[in-house]
């Protein structure tokens, strides 16, 4: 998070609220790091999920597709 300041696109943070990988309050840091800063940051939560997603695959790619549309079209 040193050089959060000097991000200049967009960014999608997707955390499964099930991981036990990385702790949900990493992406939640993170994305408060970014927002404190003043840069385009999302995170969506992935209800029920580890830290690879499974059952809301699908809706994890939509979101990333939905994301992409927006900010590289």
């Known amino acids: ?3 959060v300041d ?22 939640e ?7 404190a800063a003043g840069k385009d940051v999302r995170l969506v939560k992935q209800p029920g999920e580890g830290h690879t997603f499974y059952a809301r695959w699908r809706a ?6 939905d994301f992409f549309d927006r900010h590289l079209r």
């Open 1 to 3: 998070m040193t050089y």
């Open 6 to 27: 000097r991000v200049t696109e967009p960014l999608l943070i997707q955390h499964g609220t099930a991981d036990d990988t990385c702790p949900l309050k990493w992406s």
């Open 29 to 35: 840091q993170t994305t408060a790091a970014f927002e």
């Open 60 to 65: 994890s790619m939509d979101t990333t597709m």
